[in-house]
Protein backbone atom coordinates (compact mmCIF):
# COMPACT_ATOMS: atom_id res chain seq x y z
CA UNK A 1 0.00 0.00 0.00
CA UNK A 2 1.64 2.79 -1.10
CA UNK A 3 0.80 7.10 -1.12
CA UNK A 4 1.23 9.32 -4.29
CA UNK A 5 4.52 10.04 -3.08
CA UNK A 6 5.75 5.71 -3.66
CA UNK A 7 6.16 5.64 0.36
CA UNK A 8 4.95 1.92 1.77
CA UNK A 9 2.09 2.60 4.28
CA UNK A 10 2.82 -0.62 6.62
CA UNK A 11 1.96 1.38 9.95
CA UNK A 12 -1.24 1.80 11.52
CA UNK A 13 -1.81 4.02 14.70
CA UNK A 14 -5.07 2.77 16.55
CA UNK A 15 -6.67 4.59 19.35
CA UNK A 16 -9.16 2.13 21.15
CA UNK A 17 -10.84 5.43 23.01
CA UNK A 18 -10.30 8.94 23.87
CA UNK A 19 -11.04 8.78 27.40
CA UNK A 20 -8.04 9.37 29.71
CA UNK A 21 -7.55 9.20 33.55
CA UNK A 22 -4.96 11.68 33.84
CA UNK A 23 -5.06 15.29 31.98
CA UNK A 24 -2.04 16.46 30.74
CA UNK A 25 -1.84 20.08 29.95
CA UNK A 26 -0.59 20.01 26.86
CA UNK A 27 -3.02 17.63 25.68
CA UNK A 28 -5.84 18.16 27.52
CA UNK A 29 -7.91 21.35 28.66
CA UNK A 30 -8.21 21.20 32.21
CA UNK A 31 -12.20 20.88 32.06
CA UNK A 32 -11.73 17.99 29.78
CA UNK A 33 -13.35 17.56 26.26
CA UNK A 34 -17.06 16.03 25.14
CA UNK A 35 -16.11 12.74 25.23
CA UNK A 36 -17.65 10.74 21.90
CA UNK A 37 -20.42 8.95 23.13
CA UNK A 38 -19.66 4.93 23.31
CA UNK A 39 -22.16 3.97 20.27
CA UNK A 40 -20.06 6.25 18.07
CA UNK A 41 -16.68 4.28 19.52
CA UNK A 42 -15.72 1.32 17.03
CA UNK A 43 -16.43 -1.98 18.49
CA UNK A 44 -13.40 -4.07 19.37
CA UNK A 45 -14.32 -6.21 17.14
CA UNK A 46 -14.80 -3.70 14.24
CA UNK A 47 -11.43 -2.14 14.97
CA UNK A 48 -9.96 -5.68 14.37
CA UNK A 49 -12.13 -5.80 11.22
CA UNK A 50 -10.10 -2.56 9.79
CA UNK A 51 -6.72 -3.94 10.74
CA UNK A 52 -7.60 -7.25 9.54
CA UNK A 53 -8.70 -5.42 5.79
CA UNK A 54 -4.89 -3.15 6.49
CA UNK A 55 -2.88 -6.23 6.87
CA UNK A 56 -4.30 -7.31 4.20
CA UNK A 57 -3.25 -4.17 2.02
CA UNK A 58 0.50 -4.54 3.35
CA UNK A 59 0.34 -2.81 7.48
CA UNK A 60 2.31 -4.87 9.36
CA UNK A 61 2.49 -2.98 12.60
CA UNK A 62 0.35 -1.75 14.73
CA UNK A 63 0.48 0.56 18.00
CA UNK A 64 -2.53 0.56 20.07
CA UNK A 65 -3.11 4.28 21.77
CA UNK A 66 -5.90 6.28 23.48
CA UNK A 67 -6.66 8.37 25.27
CA UNK A 68 -5.41 5.97 27.50
CA UNK A 69 -5.75 2.44 26.14
CA UNK A 70 -5.68 0.82 28.98
CA UNK A 71 -8.98 1.89 30.25
CA UNK A 72 -11.01 0.59 27.33
CA UNK A 73 -12.70 -3.02 28.74
CA UNK A 74 -11.11 -6.06 27.74
CA UNK A 75 -8.36 -4.34 25.92
CA UNK A 76 -6.12 -7.68 26.54
CA UNK A 77 -8.49 -9.37 24.51
CA UNK A 78 -8.37 -7.02 21.56
CA UNK A 79 -4.40 -7.74 21.72
CA UNK A 80 -5.39 -11.46 21.22
CA UNK A 81 -7.47 -10.53 18.34
CA UNK A 82 -5.26 -8.57 15.92
CA UNK A 83 -2.15 -10.67 17.23
CA UNK A 84 -3.87 -13.23 15.38
CA UNK A 85 -4.27 -11.54 12.12
CA UNK A 86 -2.20 -12.70 9.16
CA UNK A 87 0.55 -10.20 8.34
CA UNK A 88 0.49 -8.29 11.74
CA UNK A 89 4.53 -8.74 12.70
CA UNK A 90 4.07 -6.35 15.34
CA UNK A 91 1.98 -5.15 18.00
CA UNK A 92 3.08 -2.33 20.55
CA UNK A 93 1.18 0.06 22.53
CA UNK A 94 1.57 3.82 23.68
CA UNK A 95 0.05 4.06 27.71
CA UNK A 96 0.74 6.70 30.40
CA UNK A 97 1.77 3.93 32.26
CA UNK A 98 -1.18 4.20 35.67
CA UNK A 99 -2.82 0.53 35.15
CA UNK A 100 0.11 -0.86 33.52
CA UNK A 101 0.79 -2.67 36.85
CA UNK A 102 -2.19 -4.29 36.66
CA UNK A 103 -2.14 -5.52 33.13
CA UNK A 104 1.37 -6.06 32.04
CA UNK A 105 1.95 -9.42 32.74
CA UNK A 106 -1.60 -9.61 31.19
CA UNK A 107 -0.62 -7.76 27.75
CA UNK A 108 2.49 -10.23 27.21
CA UNK A 109 0.28 -13.55 27.49
CA UNK A 110 -2.14 -11.38 25.32
CA UNK A 111 0.91 -10.83 22.75
CA UNK A 112 2.04 -7.29 22.97
CA UNK A 113 5.26 -7.07 22.04
CA UNK A 114 6.57 -3.62 23.32
CA UNK A 115 5.07 -0.84 25.65
CA UNK A 116 5.91 3.30 25.26
CA UNK A 117 5.31 4.74 28.50
CA UNK A 118 4.59 8.42 28.49
CA UNK A 119 6.54 10.48 31.12
CA UNK A 120 7.39 14.13 31.38
CA UNK A 121 8.96 14.12 35.13
CA UNK A 122 10.21 12.25 37.86
CA UNK A 123 9.13 14.59 40.68
CA UNK A 124 5.70 14.43 42.07
CA UNK A 125 4.87 17.98 42.44
CA UNK A 126 5.79 18.81 38.51
CA UNK A 127 3.97 15.67 37.36
CA UNK A 128 0.78 16.57 39.24
CA UNK A 129 1.37 20.38 37.84
CA UNK A 130 1.23 18.25 34.08
CA UNK A 131 -1.37 15.76 35.02
CA UNK A 132 -3.74 17.27 37.46
CA UNK A 133 -2.82 13.89 39.49
CA UNK A 134 -0.94 12.80 41.80
CA UNK A 135 -0.50 9.68 40.14
CA UNK A 136 3.66 9.25 40.10
CA UNK A 137 3.67 6.68 42.17
CA UNK A 138 1.66 4.26 39.49
CA UNK A 139 3.70 4.97 36.74
CA UNK A 140 6.49 3.88 37.94
CA UNK A 141 5.43 0.67 39.68
CA UNK A 142 3.91 0.03 35.80
CA UNK A 143 7.08 0.98 34.48
CA UNK A 144 8.43 -1.77 37.03
CA UNK A 145 6.12 -4.14 36.34
CA UNK A 146 6.46 -3.51 32.52
CA UNK A 147 10.21 -4.62 32.56
CA UNK A 148 9.50 -7.36 35.03
CA UNK A 149 6.83 -8.95 32.47
CA UNK A 150 9.86 -8.34 29.85
CA UNK A 151 8.64 -5.80 27.93
CA UNK A 152 11.32 -3.71 25.34
CA UNK A 153 10.27 -0.21 26.89
CA UNK A 154 10.82 3.22 25.92
CA UNK A 155 9.96 6.41 27.78
CA UNK A 156 8.23 9.00 26.12
CA UNK A 157 8.82 12.90 27.71
CA UNK A 158 7.91 16.10 25.97
CA UNK A 159 10.26 19.06 27.57
CA UNK A 160 8.92 22.30 28.04
CA UNK A 161 9.80 25.35 28.88
CA UNK A 162 8.88 26.73 32.71
CA UNK A 163 6.94 23.31 32.98
CA UNK A 164 9.83 20.85 33.06
CA UNK A 165 12.95 21.53 31.57
CA UNK A 166 14.55 21.39 34.97
CA UNK A 167 13.35 17.81 35.34
CA UNK A 168 14.99 16.04 31.98
CA UNK A 169 18.31 14.69 33.54
CA UNK A 170 16.39 12.42 35.80
CA UNK A 171 14.22 11.70 33.13
CA UNK A 172 16.93 10.25 31.26
CA UNK A 173 18.62 8.59 34.21
CA UNK A 174 15.85 6.11 33.72
CA UNK A 175 17.82 4.53 30.92
CA UNK A 176 20.81 4.35 32.98
CA UNK A 177 20.60 1.21 35.18
CA UNK A 178 18.03 -0.85 32.93
CA UNK A 179 17.70 -1.33 29.39
CA UNK A 180 15.29 1.28 28.80
CA UNK A 181 14.88 3.30 26.16
CA UNK A 182 14.35 7.38 27.11
CA UNK A 183 13.54 9.70 23.84
CA UNK A 184 12.98 13.23 24.15
CA UNK A 185 10.01 14.36 21.79
CA UNK A 186 9.40 18.43 20.38
CA UNK A 187 6.00 19.44 21.30
CA UNK A 188 4.18 20.14 18.21
CA UNK A 189 1.66 22.70 18.36
CA UNK A 190 -1.74 20.78 17.96
CA UNK A 191 -4.57 21.02 20.40
CA UNK A 192 -3.53 22.21 23.98
CA UNK A 193 0.04 21.94 22.61
CA UNK A 194 0.15 25.63 21.17
CA UNK A 195 -0.16 26.86 24.77
CA UNK A 196 3.03 25.72 25.84
CA UNK A 197 6.67 26.38 24.50
CA UNK A 198 8.78 23.63 23.94
CA UNK A 199 12.29 22.90 23.40
CA UNK A 200 14.31 21.63 20.36
CA UNK A 201 16.04 18.77 20.83
CA UNK A 202 19.88 20.20 20.44
CA UNK A 203 19.19 22.10 23.33
CA UNK A 204 18.03 19.54 24.89
CA UNK A 205 21.23 17.29 24.06
CA UNK A 206 23.01 20.00 24.81
CA UNK A 207 21.97 19.76 28.47
CA UNK A 208 22.23 16.28 29.03
CA UNK A 209 25.63 16.72 27.38
CA UNK A 210 27.11 18.76 30.48
CA UNK A 211 25.61 16.72 33.32
CA UNK A 212 26.32 12.73 31.33
CA UNK A 213 29.33 13.49 28.99
CA UNK A 214 29.90 13.58 25.48
CA UNK A 215 27.21 11.48 23.82
CA UNK A 216 28.00 8.69 21.12
CA UNK A 217 25.04 8.76 18.05
CA UNK A 218 23.69 5.58 16.92
CA UNK A 219 24.03 5.52 12.81
CA UNK A 220 20.08 5.44 12.03
CA UNK A 221 19.18 2.07 10.40
CA UNK A 222 15.25 2.18 10.22
CA UNK A 223 14.80 5.18 8.26
CA UNK A 224 10.74 5.13 8.92
CA UNK A 225 11.62 5.55 12.45
CA UNK A 226 11.32 9.67 13.49
CA UNK A 227 13.49 8.94 15.93
CA UNK A 228 17.89 9.23 16.67
CA UNK A 229 19.40 7.80 19.21
CA UNK A 230 22.57 8.32 21.34
CA UNK A 231 24.57 6.38 24.19
CA UNK A 232 26.02 7.78 26.85
CA UNK A 233 28.63 6.38 28.62
CA UNK A 234 27.68 3.85 31.67
CA UNK A 235 24.16 3.53 30.56
CA UNK A 236 22.31 0.62 29.98
CA UNK A 237 19.39 2.36 27.64
CA UNK A 238 19.36 4.80 24.63
CA UNK A 239 18.56 8.24 24.86
CA UNK A 240 16.55 9.53 22.00
CA UNK A 241 15.09 12.43 20.27
CA UNK A 242 12.03 13.15 17.86
CA UNK A 243 12.22 16.34 16.03
CA UNK A 244 9.25 17.45 14.09
CA UNK A 245 9.38 20.98 14.53
CA UNK A 246 13.39 21.20 14.08
CA UNK A 247 13.72 18.64 11.35
CA UNK A 248 11.21 17.30 9.20
CA UNK A 249 11.35 13.33 8.65
CA UNK A 250 8.32 13.42 6.45
CA UNK A 251 9.97 11.77 3.96
CA UNK A 252 9.89 8.71 5.06
CA UNK A 253 6.42 8.24 6.84
CA UNK A 254 5.00 4.93 6.89
CA UNK A 255 1.87 4.99 9.20
CA UNK A 256 -1.86 6.01 9.05
CA UNK A 257 -4.04 6.43 12.16
CA UNK A 258 -7.07 5.06 13.21
CA UNK A 259 -8.91 7.47 15.35
CA UNK A 260 -11.62 5.60 17.98
CA UNK A 261 -14.66 6.51 16.00
CA UNK A 262 -13.20 4.80 13.24
CA UNK A 263 -12.00 8.16 10.92
CA UNK A 264 -8.40 7.28 9.02
CA UNK A 265 -6.36 10.08 9.37
CA UNK A 266 -3.25 10.09 7.36
CA UNK A 267 -1.23 13.14 8.71
CA UNK A 268 -1.00 14.04 12.59
CA UNK A 269 -1.47 17.48 11.43
CA UNK A 270 -4.16 17.98 9.35
CA UNK A 271 -7.78 17.14 9.72
CA UNK A 272 -8.39 15.46 6.71
CA UNK A 273 -8.79 11.43 6.01
CA UNK A 274 -12.03 9.23 5.32
CA UNK A 275 -14.52 8.40 7.79
CA UNK A 276 -14.44 4.40 7.54
CA UNK A 277 -17.52 3.66 10.19
CA UNK A 278 -20.44 4.93 8.18
CA UNK A 279 -19.83 2.61 5.63
CA UNK A 280 -18.66 -0.25 7.84
CA UNK A 281 -21.67 -0.03 9.97
CA UNK A 282 -23.61 0.70 6.61
CA UNK A 283 -22.82 -3.39 5.10
CA UNK A 284 -20.20 -2.11 3.58
CA UNK A 285 -18.31 -5.16 2.48
CA UNK A 286 -14.33 -5.65 3.06
CA UNK A 287 -13.37 -5.17 -0.85
CA UNK A 288 -15.15 -2.02 -0.85
CA UNK A 289 -13.36 -0.49 2.40
CA UNK A 290 -10.28 -1.57 0.69
CA UNK A 291 -10.63 0.58 -2.10
CA UNK A 292 -11.91 3.40 0.41
CA UNK A 293 -8.43 2.88 2.38
CA UNK A 294 -6.49 2.84 -0.92
CA UNK A 295 -7.71 5.93 -2.07
CA UNK A 296 -7.55 7.98 1.38
CA UNK A 297 -3.47 6.93 1.45
CA UNK A 298 -3.08 7.97 -2.22
CA UNK A 299 -4.04 11.47 -1.12
CA UNK A 300 -1.92 11.14 2.01
CA UNK A 301 0.11 15.14 2.79
CA UNK A 302 3.65 15.04 1.83
CA UNK A 303 4.79 16.79 5.17
CA UNK A 304 3.53 18.47 7.78
CA UNK A 305 4.01 22.47 8.15
CA UNK A 306 2.95 23.14 11.74
CA UNK A 307 3.75 27.11 10.55
CA UNK A 308 1.04 26.95 8.36
CA UNK A 309 -1.84 26.76 11.62
CA UNK A 310 -4.68 27.51 9.57
CA UNK A 311 -4.23 23.68 8.17
CA UNK A 312 -3.48 22.12 11.88
CA UNK A 313 -6.29 19.49 13.03
CA UNK A 314 -8.33 21.64 15.70
CA UNK A 315 -9.06 18.34 18.15
CA UNK A 316 -7.25 17.91 21.11
CA UNK A 317 -4.39 15.47 21.01
CA UNK A 318 -5.98 12.80 23.26
CA UNK A 319 -8.94 12.93 20.52
CA UNK A 320 -6.60 11.83 17.92
CA UNK A 321 -4.86 9.52 19.34
CA UNK A 322 -1.45 10.77 18.61
Known amino acids: MTDSYGRNIDYLRVSLTDR ?19 KEILTL ?37 VSDITGIEDICMTSNGTRLSEYASQLKAAGLHRINISLDTTHRDVFSKITGTDMLGKVLEGIDAA ?14 KGVNDKDLDSV ?31 TVLH ?54 NGFLKLCLQYPDGADLKTPLRSGCS ?16 LQHSFSDTDMTDDRKMVQIGG
Do not use: W
Open 45 to 81: EETARIVRIMAGLGVKKLRITGGEPLIRRNVTGFVRL
Open 286 to 301: DDDLSEMILAAVRKKP
Open 20 to 38: CDLRCTYCMPKCGVDNIPH
Open 207 to 260: QLEENFGKAEPYERTDMSSPAEYYRFSGFCGNIGFISPMSHKFCRYCDRARLTS
Open 172 to 202: ALLAKERPIDVRFIELMPIGCGKEHTGIRSD
Open 147 to 160: YDAGFPIKINCVPM
